[in-house]
């Protein structure tokens, strides 16, 4: 069974920290770039950040570069999203995401590049 299993979030309060998890099982892991997302109640699904497949580049989106570093042990077929000085309008829930294509540099931040999602680890900020 292919699954992305999302974990780690929770409630923070403002300047905050957490670290998501990931973890890939029934599908092939370490040759793939891995994106995360999130989505905030009444918005699109955004892109947070990505690495690729040998954790040699990463990607950021503006919003989060600086406060979030993405990382991965292929060994434990697992991505990380470690997030510091939270704020509210980081509330979302957070998706994890395979890239389509096998040993692509990238990494990308379009979501139309990713086929295989995790249901999604729900992250809430309180100020």
């Known amino acids: 069974q292919v699954q992305l299993v999302e974990s780690g979030g929770g409630l923070v309060q403002a300047g905050g920290s957490l670290r998501l998890s990931c973890v890939a099982s029934g599908l092939p892991f370490s040759s793939y770039a891995m994106g995360w997302f999130r989505q905030a109640p009444g918005k699109e699904r955004e892109f947070v950040a990505a690495?690729?497949?040998?954790?040699?580049?990463?990607a950021y989106a503006n919003s989060v570069k600086g406060r979030c570093a993405i990382s991965r042990d292929n060994a434990k077929n697992t991505v990380y999203l470690q997030m510091n000085s939270l704020k509210p309008e980081d509330t979302a829930v957070y998706y994890c995401a395979r890239d389509r294509s096998r040993l692509y540099q990238g990494p990308r931040s379009d979501s139309s590049g990713y086929d295989y999602w995790g249901q999604g680890t729900q992250v809430t900020v309180s100020s």
């Open positions: 690495i690729s497949w040998n954790g040699g580049r990463t």
